[in-house]
């Protein structure tokens, strides 16, 4: 939160009109719990299908990582009147985001992650989502354009993304403010104490 204050700051100072605001959609039942959960599994079960179709053999086990395999066996136990149950709720839930934008805002600044980057294998399979999902998948699902920015850094010199979210059809909006906080906040020669 930090992070996001200290760019709210930052684009006071470049010009820009800042307050606090959020889409209602991204509160109460979104849908990015189980329903996304069901159209994920779902989905990666109809990609191998489409894959083994348009190589001409069948996709194993032995193609494709262990989780994917699991997510995608645990997406063909789901019927299709739970796919459309689940595509239903986004629809009514997330989905509705892009309306916060019909009141007049050309950005929403958001943290890119829940906190500061964990180490690699720190976090259990089953939690990535809300690890590295819960600011920018409600995004993923709108088709929304986004850019995760490194304009903060912890104490232990670890960059922290902030997320820029536009309209649709905004990305212009979205490169030209994202070009003026890099030239006011460079971080191309940052680098954190250990990196590959």
């Given at each position: 939160m930090a992070a996001v204050r200290d760019t709210g700051r930052l684009l006071t100072t470049l010009g820009h009109d800042v307050e606090e605001s959020f889409p209602p959609a991204l509160t109460g039942p979104t849908g990015l719990g189980l329903a996304l959960h069901i159209i994920s599994a779902s989905g990666t079960a109809a990609q191998l299908d489409a894959w083994s179709e348009r190589t001409g053999r069948t996709i194993t086990v032995d193609d494709v990582e262990p989780g994917t395999w699991a997510r995608a066996e645990e997406g063909r136990t789901f019927s299709a009147v739970q796919v459309h149950a689940a595509v239903k709720r986004l629809v009514a839930g997330v989905c509705r985001a892009p309306e916060w934008w019909h009141g007049g805002f050309d950005l929403l600044i958001t943290p890119t992650m829940?906190?500061?980057?964990?180490?690699?294998?720190?976090?259990?399979?089953?939690?990535?989502?809300?690890?590295?999902?819960?600011?920018?998948?409600?995004?993923?699902?709108?088709?929304?354009?986004?850019?995760?920015?490194?304009?903060?850094?912890?104490?232990?010199?670890?960059?922290?993304?902030?997320?820029?979210?536009?309209?649709?059809?905004?990305?212009?909006?979205l490169i030209r403010v994202a070009s003026q906080l890099e030239a006011a906040r460079p971080w191309a020669a940052r680098r954190p104490p250990l990196y590959a």
């Open positions: 829940q906190q500061p980057p964990p180490r690699i294998g720190a976090v259990a399979p089953d939690q990535l989502g809300g690890v590295f999902g819960l600011f920018t998948m409600p995004f993923s699902i709108t088709g929304q354009p986004a850019i995760s920015l490194p304009l903060h850094w912890s104490t232990k010199g670890l960059p922290i993304g902030v997320q820029l979210v536009a309209d649709y059809g905004r990305e212009d909006l």
